[in-house]
């Protein structure tokens, strides 16, 4: 039984995945729009210019009275993947059923108008890890944060059959911090390459 602190996407660590990794396509894609206050807007992160990630996207738009983010969608592979569509819900609605710091994050990365990559671990199917990526977007022809595109790509263990394992970061059974398994790996790109558009996983 799990007593400590559980929450939505636990983080493993933070660091770089390989240049073909789909994350990071999209992370240089975001840098290749940015403009001249600091951030892309709508006009270049559209459908179409989103194509090879689309369904790996989850969109979170900022709400000034209430001061806080509302899952305008929810990326149907990222669905598969956690098993949940929280298409119409609050960053604190996830803060409130995981305990965890979910709608602080989405507005500190809208705040350092910088992308925010990390591995993360998926609290609904424990043994799944993902590379997940946060990107301050502004409306079309805004120039304030107030969109962040969450997007994540499910990472596979090399191993057939093996789940990755350690304990929630924080928890009480725990007395030492959370370390990824090492035979969890990213995708190869080939498998993203298999239907011509990247692949979350389920």
């Known amino acids: 039984m799990i007593t400590g602190r559980i929450v939505y996407f636990e983080e493993i660590q933070r660091g770089k995945v390989p240049a073909d990794h789909p994350a990071d396509s999209l992370r240089a894609y975001w840098h290749a729009n940015v403009l001249e206050h600091g951030i892309p807007d709508r006009n270049s992160f559209n459908p179409e210019g989103l194509r090879p990630w689309l369904g790996c996207i989850s969109i979170y738009k900022f709400l000034e009275e209430q001061g806080d983010f509302i899952n305008a969608l929810e990326g149907t592979l990222i669905t598969k993947m956690t098993g949940q569509d929280w298409t119409g819900k609050l960053a604190s609605d996830v803060d409130i059923a995981f305990r965890s710091t979910f709608r602080k994050e989405l507005s500190d990365v809208g705040i350092s108008k910088q992308p925010l990559m990390n591995t993360v671990q998926i ?14 977007i502004a409306e079309k022809d805004g120039r304030e944060a107030n969109q962040i595109f969450l997007a994540l790509f499910r990472n596979f263990p090399k191993n057939p ?42």
Do not use: E, I, M, N
């Open 123 to 136: 609290f609904q199917k424990r043994y799944k890890t993902a590379t997940r990526l946060l990107l301050p």
């Open 161 to 202: 059959g093996h789940r990755a394992t350690g304990r929630v970061l924080g928890s009480a059974s725990s007395s030492q911090p959370f370390r990824p398994d090492r035979r969890v790996r990213l995708v190869p790109p080939s498998v993203y390459r298999q239907s011509g558009k990247a692949v979350c996983g389920q």
